[in-house]
C-alpha cells in the first residue's frame, strides 16, 4: 500500500496532512513540489481517497470500491488534469468548475481537482482556479497542484497555496548517512536540503561560516519576531561585518538557511532540541512564510548571478519591509 511508502518517505508531510485531516482544517489549495520520483502524484491520490473513504482511520483504507474508483480516475468528484505533454488553459478549468457548481455527483460531499505538472497550465488558468476556491461555492473543494518546477509558477498563485515540498530520495539518504558519520540531525537536516553529499556537510558545519550564520540567523530571527524590517537591516550588517570580505559566502548561507527554516514552518517540522524549533509555530512566521521563502530564494538565486552584494542587500531589505507589512495585516486581522 502506497500509504506505508508515504510514512517511510515523507515522514514530515504525512504528520502535515495527518494533522489537517484530522482537525478537518485541510488548505484549500496545495501545492505538492518536488523532484521527479519523489511521488507526489501517489500522495495527491492518497490525500484525494483520504477525504471520501468510507473506512479509512484519517487516511483512506486504498482497498474499498471507492478508493479504487479514485486511483483509476472514475469517481466523478475527483478530477485528474495531467499537463505532462500538453497546456491547460483557462477554458477547460471553467468547463469543469460549471460541472462542479452542480450539486456532488457521489455520496461525500467532497470535491477535488488535481493538477499535474502544474507549471505547464497557463496562469490564467491556475488564477481562475484558485479564485474558484476562495468563493463560498469552492468550500467542499480542494485542489492539489503538482509541480517539479514550481519556482515557474507565479507568486499569485504560490501564495494561494500550502507548499508541501517533498523529499528526494537523495536528500533523505545524503541525510542519514550525515548522521552516522557523527553530525547532529539538526544540522544533517539543515544541511542536506541545500548539499547533496555527507562529506561537505561536515566540512560545512565545522567551518567558521556556519557558525557565525547560524548564530546570525537566529538573531535574524529573534527580531524578526518583532520586526522584518529591522532584522534585514541587522542581516546586512552581519553580512558586510564577516570576516576577510567573505560578505557574498555569508549571505549566500544565510538565505539558504532562511528557506529551509520557512520551509519547516510551513511543514510545522520541529527539528532536534534547538531554538530552530521555539520559532516555528510562531504565528507571525506561519503567516508570511512562503513570501519569506521567495525571498530568500530570489535573494540566493540573484547572489549566484550577480556580484553587487550592496544593491542585493537593498532590494531584499526592501523585499522583507514588505513582509513586514503582509505580518502586521494579518497580525490585525486575527
Ligand atoms: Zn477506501
Not at 567558521?208 to 537591516?233: G, P, R
Not at 531584499?316 to 494579518?330: R, V
Request: charged share 20%.
Amino acid at each position: 500500500m502506497y500509504k506505508d511508502i508515504f510514512i517511510q518517505r515523507q515522514p514530515v508531510i504525512y504528520q502535515v496532512l495527518k494533522h489537517s485531516i484530522a482537525s478537518g482544517q485541510l488548505a484549500h489549495a496545495y501545492l505538492f513540489s518536488g523532484m521527479r520520483g519523489s511521488q507526489m502524484k501517489e500522495a495527491a491520490i492518497l490525500l484525494a481517497q483520504s477525504l471520501v473513504c468510507p473506512n479509512g482511520d484519517l487516511f483512506a483504507c486504498e482497498t474499498c470500491d471507492v478508493c479504487r474508483r479514485v486511483a483509476h480516475h472514475q469517481y466523478t468528484d475527483i478530477i485528474y488534469i495531467d499537463g505532462t505533454d500538453r497546456t491547460i488553459k483557462k477554458e477547460e478549468i471553467l468547463q469543469l468548475q460549471r460541472k462542479f457548481m452542480q450539486t456532488a455527483l457521489e455520496r461525500y460531499n467532497k470535491k477535488v481537482y488535481i493538477i499535474e505538472h502544474a507549471d505547464r497550465a497557463t496562469p490564467e488558468a491556475l488564477n481562475s482556479l484558485l479564485k474558484f476556491l476562495e468563493e463560498p461555492s469552492g468550500e467542499d473543494t480542494t485542489a492539489i497542484l503538482i509541480s517539479e518546477n514550481s519556482d515557474r509558477l507565479l507568486p499569485t498563485i504560490l501564495s494561494r497555496c500550502q507548499i508541501l515540498s517533498f523529499a528526494s530520495s537523495t536528500q533523505q539518504s545524503v541525510y542519514h548517512r550525515a548522521i552516522d558519520m557523527g553530525i547532529t540531525p539538526y544540522d544533517s537536516h539543515i544541511c542536506s536540503s541545500f548539499i547533496k553529499d555527507e562529506y561537505q556537510i561536515a566540512a560545512l558545519v565545522d567551518s567558521e561560516n556556519y557558525i557565525q550564520v547560524m548564530d546570525s540567523f537566529h538573531q535574524f530571527l529573534t527580531q524578526a519576531s518583532n520586526n522584518f524590517y529591522f532584522a534585514a537591516l541587522y542581516m546586512q550588517k552581519e553580512g558586510f561585518n564577516s570576516k576577510n570580505s567573505k560578505g557574498k559566502e555569508f549571505i549566500a548561507l544565510f538565505c539558504d538557511i532562511a528557506q529551509v527554516f520557512f520551509k519547516d514552518v510551513i511543514a510545522q517540522n520541529m527539528v532536534g532540541d534547538i531554538w530552530w524549533n521555539d520559532f516555528i509555530m510562531s504565528r507571525r512566521f506561519s503567516t508570511v512564510a512562503s513570501s519569506a521563502m521567495r525571498v530568500f530564494a530570489e535573494g540566493k538565486d540573484k547572489l549566484v548571478r550577480n556580484p553587487n552584494l550592496s544593491l542585493l542587500m537593498d532590494e531584499m531589505i526592501f523585499e522583507l519591509a514588505n513582509i513586514e507589512t503582509i505580518a502586521k495585516k494579518e497580525g490585525y486581522r486575527g
